[in-house]
């Protein structure tokens, strides 16, 4: 038996010991947790300015992510696709493979880079990482 329970019995005994014509019944004992009640609904604030107040934090953390994270990242993109449309016959790139060469031919979504004189490699043009400056490739 848990402690109060065990402890009322036994009151509940000896009560019964010194007084043998009445019958008490043993005291139950409500746990606290059964015993506090919730806070009133009126008492958050209530209604349209309570749920505002809630989901205030939620839009803060969304506003702080896309200036910090989502619009730095869009202009890296626009940055790397207008670097890609103008590449032309004769610049020195670096692919994202880590290549190194000229371009020597461009088609629509591909470019042929000679990365050493004779050896010619097909590429798309979404692996280049970046185009370098005249001469560096010798």
């Not at 005291?27 to 015993?35: E, L, P, R, T």
């Not at 992510?65 to 449309?85: G, T």
Request: a positive charge; hydrophobic letters at 45%; aromatic letters at 6%.
């Amino acid at each position: 038996m848990p402690g109060y329970a065990r402890q009322a019995a036994l009151a509940a005994a000896r009560a019964s010991e010194s007084t043998p014509h009445s019958v008490e019944l043993p005291a139950v004992f409500i746990s606290s947790a059964f015993a506090q009640t919730a806070p009133a609904a009126t008492a958050t604030g209530g209604g349209l300015m309570g749920s505002l107040t809630g989901m205030l934090p939620l839009v803060l953390m969304f506003v702080v992510l896309y200036f910090i994270m989502i619009r730095p990242q869009m202009k890296r993109q626009k940055e790397h696709r207008a670097m890609i449309e103008a590449i032309a016959k004769g610049d020195e790139v670096v692919t994202s493979g880590g290549l190194l060469g000229r371009v020597s031919r461009l088609s629509e979504g591909y470019l042929h880079l000679e990365i050493a004189s004779g050896v010619e490699v097909q590429v798309q043009r979404s692996a280049v990482a970046q185009v370098l400056p005249k001469g560096t490739v010798k």
